[in-house]
C-alpha cells in the first residue's frame, strides 16, 4: 500500500535559569504543539515526533562551565541567541559547535537589541529599523552556522519581540522581512526552507506565511497566559 503521511509534532520548550550550580540551571520543559496540516489516506495514522527546545548561548558562564553542553545532551533543537538581547559572535560560536555535537537542529532566536533588560522590555522600534535588526541578527547567526559546515532551521524571535508580534501583524511582518533579507544575503547558512516559530492561533503565523516561510505553532504548557493569548511577562 502506498500512502502519504504528514506529521504532528509537538515542540517542548524549556528555558535555562540563572542559578549559579549545575543542578539548579535546568528548568521544567513547557510543552508547545507545532501544528502541521495533516493530509493522510484513510487508514493512515499521522506520526507524533517530540521536539524539545531550548534558548541556548544567553549565558556565556554557562557556555565556560559545561552547563549548556549537559543541557543540549537532552533536547533536540537549539535557539542561538545572535546579539540583539544577548549573545556575541564568540558565544554563537560556541553553542553552534556544542549543538552540532549533540546533534542538535539549530535556529537562530534574534530579539530587541536591549541587552540592559535581556529584551525582556517592549520597544517601539519603526518596523524598517526593526527589520534591519532581525537580518543583522539572523545574518551573524547564519555566517556562523556555514563556518562550521552547518544551517540554521528555524528562527524565534525572543522575550518582548515575541510578545509584541503575537497580537501585531506588522511587528510580525517586520520579523519575516529581517529573515528574509538575512536569507537572500546568506542562503547557503539556511535550510532551503526555514521555519519561523510563534504562538499557535496568533496573528503573527499568518504575516509569516503571508511572506512565504513555513510555521511552528507553538504554547507553552508552565507559562500563565493573557486574557489577549500573550505570554504573561516573565517578570512576574
Known amino acids: 500500500m502506498v500512502f502519504r503521511r504528514a506529521?504532528?509534532?509537538?515542540?517542548?520548550?524549556?528555558?535555562?535559569?540563572?542559578?549559579?550550580?549545575?543542578?539548579?540551571?535546568?528548568?521544567?520543559?513547557s510543552?508547545?504543539?507545532?501544528?502541521?496540516?495533516?493530509?493522510?489516506?484513510?487508514?493512515?495514522?499521522?506520526?507524533?515526533?517530540?521536539?524539545l527546545n531550548c534558548d541556548m548561548g544567553e549565558l556565556p558562564e554557562a557556555i565556560a562551565d559545561g552547563t549548556q553542553e549537559v543541557l543540549l545532551r537532552s533536547i533536540t533543537?537549539?535557539?542561538?541567541?545572535c546579539g540583539g538581547h544577548a549573545g556575541n559572535a564568540q558565544t554563537m560560536r560556541a553553542t553552534v559547535e556544542q549543538a552540532l555535537r549533540a546533534g542538535v537542529a539549530l535556529g537562530?532566536?534574534?530579539?530587541?537589541?536591549?541587552?540592559?533588560?535581556?529584551?525582556?522590555?517592549?520597544?517601539?522600534?519603526?518596523?524598517?529599523?526593526?527589520?534591519?535588526?532581525?537580518?543583522?541578527q539572523v545574518r551573524a547567526c547564519a555566517e556562523i552556522a556555514v563556518a562550521c559546515s552547518a544551517q540554521l532551521v528555524h528562527v524565534k524571535p525572543h522575550g518582548a519581540l515575541y510578545n509584541q508580534a503575537v497580537k501585531d501583524?506588522?511587528?510580525?511582518?517586520?520579523?519575516?522581512?529581517?529573515?528574509?533579507?538575512?536569507?537572500?544575503?546568506?542562503?547557503?547558512?539556511?535550510i532551503p526552507l526555514p521555519v519561523l516559530v510563534g504562538l499557535a492561533?496568533?496573528?503573527?503565523?499568518?504575516?509569516?506565511?503571508?511572506a512565504g516561510f513555513s510555521v511552528a505553532a507553538e504554547a507553552f504548557a508552565d507559562r500563565r497566559y493573557e486574557p489577549d493569548g500573550r505570554g504573561s511577562s516573565m517578570t512576574r
Do not use: W
Open 7 to 29: 506529521q504532528t509534532s509537538i515542540l517542548c520548550h524549556t528555558r535555562m535559569h540563572r542559578q549559579s550550580t549545575l543542578s539548579h540551571h535546568f528548568s521544567v520543559p
Open 31 to 51: 510543552f508547545s504543539v507545532l501544528s502541521v496540516l495533516n493530509s493522510f489516506l484513510s487508514g493512515c495514522h499521522p506520526m507524533h515526533h517530540i521536539d
Open 77 to 81: 533543537s537549539a535557539n542561538v541567541a
Open 108 to 136: 537562530a532566536h534574534p530579539g530587541y537589541p536591549d541587552r540592559a533588560n535581556f529584551g525582556r522590555v517592549e520597544l517601539n522600534m519603526p518596523p524598517e529599523a526593526l527589520a534591519d535588526s532581525v537580518c543583522e
Open 169 to 190: 501583524r506588522a511587528l510580525a511582518a517586520a520579523i519575516a522581512a529581517g529573515v528574509a533579507k538575512a536569507r537572500s544575503e546568506c542562503s547557503s547558512g539556511f
Open 201 to 210: 492561533g496568533s496573528p503573527m503565523l499568518d504575516a509569516f506565511r503571508q
